[in-house]
């Protein structure tokens, strides 16, 4: 094996490692939590994270009443506590965001452009997907789906109910496994046609009812590149709010060569060695080839194959 290329300090996985308590036996108090002057709301309406600017970037985070008077919540959810203060997210309708976007004292953008270039101070980016998460949900959840009769919010936010037939309903992660398959020293990496140009990630596919995430990770990759898996090794997870997935990173034990690109899941997908994929994660590929960034668990399954942590096949 050659020797291990130094990548520089680890970044960080971006939307974990939460400060906020989340307190779930005092959701039944969020009514009365919501008219303490201490609370804080973090706006999202739609793909937009609303922010007041600043002189790089945005300030997410402000007083619920200050939320309020930016325009109708369509939902407000208590996502938890910091420091003791209630901290909740609140949804507006599109009519909102484009008045918030004319205005020069706001910043009003997708997460995915504030988490990649930093716009917000990093311990807002997880009480930001946790609340773009859970009122993408409500967004998608304003009928019972047992009787089609319009349903309320409880809890603040975290449950659901039907007053027709009184079923219960909750708010759902959808499992990802994105995973990277390796053989030898090589790994695969495959290209989806809405990637960036010259970007190459993990594969990736939810995981299906009735699999687990050993099973799904092996159909995924020999559905998309026609690759037969062995063993899996879990390597890390990543809530992942677009709208509310959870990546469940491994690593997979590849036994086969030969590449059978599945085109309507990948526009091109091939095999990588150590040298090449180390250039790539320092952004000095000749040709410009990169990987995604560290914002994405993605590029920490890579990186850990690199530096030799892609269990015991790796
Ligand atoms: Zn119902």
Same mark, same amino acid.
């Given at each position: 094996?050659?020797?291990?290329?130094d990548?520089?300090?680890?970044?960080?996985?971006?939307?974990?490692a939460?400060?906020? *308590?989340?307190?779930?036996h005092?959701?039944?108090?969020?009514?009365?939590?919501?008219t *303490?002057p201490?609370?804080?709301?973090?706006?999202?309406?739609?793909?937009?994270?609303?922010?007041?600017?600043?002189?790089?970037?945005g *300030?997410?985070?402000?007083a619920?009443?200050?939320?309020?008077a930016?325009?109708?919540?369509?939902?407000? @959810?208590?996502?938890? $506590?910091c420091d003791?203060?209630?901290?909740?997210?609140m949804?507006?309708?599109? &009519?909102?965001?484009?008045?918030l976007?004319?205005r020069? *004292?706001?910043? @009003?953008?997708?997460?995915r452009?504030?988490?990649v270039q930093?716009?917000?101070?990093? &311990?807002h980016?997880?009480?930001?997907?946790?609340?773009?998460a859970?009122?993408?949900?409500?967004?998608?959840?304003?009928?019972?789906?047992? =009787?089609?009769a319009?349903?309320? @919010?409880a809890?603040?936010?975290?449950?659901r109910?039907?007053?027709?037939?009184?079923?219960?309903h909750?708010?759902?992660?959808?499992p990802?496994?994105?995973?990277l398959?390796?053989?030898?020293?090589?790994?695969?990496?495959g290209?989806?046609?809405r990637?960036a140009?010259a970007?190459?990630? =993990?594969?990736a596919? $939810?995981v299906e009812?009735g699999?687990?995430?050993?099973?799904?990770?092996?159909r995924?990759?020999?559905?998309?590149?026609?690759?037969?898996c062995?063993r899996?090794?879990?390597?890390?997870?990543?809530?992942?709010?677009f709208?509310?997935?959870l990546?469940?990173?491994?690593?997979?034990?590849a036994?086969t060569?030969?590449i059978?690109?599945?085109?309507?899941?990948?526009?091109?997908?091939?095999?990588?060695d150590?040298?090449?994929i180390?250039l790539?994660?320092?952004?000095?590929?000749p040709?410009?080839l990169?990987?995604p960034?560290p914002v994405?668990?993605?590029?920490?399954?890579?990186r850990?194959?690199?530096?030799?942590e892609?269990g015991d096949?790796?």
């Amino acid at each position: 094996m050659s020797p291990r290329p130094d990548l520089g300090p680890r970044p960080h996985l971006g939307y974990t490692a939460s400060a906020l *308590d989340r307190a779930a036996h005092r959701r039944g108090e969020a009514t009365a939590l919501a008219t *303490d002057p201490r609370a804080g709301a973090y706006v999202v309406g739609g793909e937009m994270i609303v922010t007041r600017k600043r002189e790089h970037g945005g *300030d997410p985070l402000f007083a619920l009443a200050e939320a309020r008077a930016l325009g109708s919540a369509r939902e407000i @959810v208590l996502l938890g $506590f910091c420091d003791g203060a209630a901290r909740f997210g609140m949804s507006v309708g599109k &009519e909102t965001v484009e008045a918030l976007k004319g205005r020069g *004292d706001f910043l @009003v953008t997708d997460l995915r452009t504030i988490a990649v270039q930093g716009l917000v101070a990093p &311990e807002h980016l997880p009480p930001i997907a946790e609340a773009k998460a859970l009122l993408a949900w409500h967004g998608r959840h304003r009928f019972c789906a047992n =009787c089609g009769a319009p349903t309320g @919010v409880a809890e603040g936010g975290w449950k659901r109910e039907c007053p027709a037939c009184k079923v219960e309903h909750f708010p759902r992660t959808d499992p990802v496994v994105i995973m990277l398959a390796v053989r030898g020293e090589r790994c695969l990496l495959g290209r989806s046609a809405r990637f960036a140009s010259a970007m190459w990630s =993990c594969l990736a596919g $939810f995981v299906e009812p009735g699999e687990n995430i050993e099973e799904a990770v092996r159909r995924e990759v020999r559905e998309e590149a026609g690759i037969v898996c062995g063993r899996i090794a879990y390597f890390a997870s990543q809530p992942w709010p677009f709208p509310m997935s959870l990546m469940i990173g491994c690593h997979a034990e590849a036994l086969t060569d030969a590449i059978t690109v599945d085109p309507g899941e990948l526009e091109g997908a091939r095999w990588f060695d150590r040298e090449e994929i180390a250039l790539m994660l320092l952004r000095r590929h000749p040709d410009g080839l990169g990987t995604p960034p560290p914002v994405a668990i993605a590029h920490h399954i890579i990186r850990g194959w690199v530096e030799g942590e892609a269990g015991d096949f790796g």
